[in-house]
């Protein structure tokens, strides 16, 4: 177990009786179905949109209610290093209020630019921090 290698001095508890699972997948056998999250689908919906240029440099996600809805809040900040990349920040800047996210049953409520810090020399840089609503559509 890889526990057992990181902390050799310190015991744990093995529920299975010391079994590994199979490194490859059996043949015949399907593999397993990953669900992935509103949350990851819209993440990967702004890199997207941010372009080859951005950086991730944090994503956050907080559970939000009203009396009628209930989702999500994400915080996204991004980093663009380069003159292309800055073109490319003020693409999204642009694009981002307006742009029409597909995630299956849910709904980007709202979508804004909450910060932007520039600067300019010795090299342009943006970073971008974005603030985007999901509502569970159910």
Do not use: N
Request: aromatic letters at 6%; charged letters at 25%.
């Amino acid at each position: 177990m890889w526990l057992d290698r990181l902390f050799p001095a310190l015991p744990f508890e093995r529920k299975s009786a010391g079994e590994e699972p199979p490194a490859v997948q059996p043949v015949g056998q399907p593999h397993p179905r990953v669900r992935i999250s509103p949350g990851e689908r819209l993440l990967r919906a702004v890199i997207a949109l941010a372009g080859p240029h951005a950086d991730l440099m944090e994503h956050s996600e907080a559970p939000w209610a009203s009396v009628t809805f209930a989702g999500t809040r994400h915080t996204i900040v991004l980093r663009y290093e380069g003159w292309e990349a800055c073109d490319a920040a003020e693409a999204l800047i642009a694009d981002l209020p307006e742009h029409e996210f597909t995630i299956p049953r849910t709904l980007v409520a709202d979508a804004a630019v909450v910060r932007l810090d520039q600067v300019v020399l010795p090299e342009p840089a943006m970073t971008v921090e974005l603030a985007l609503l999901l509502l569970d559509d159910a």
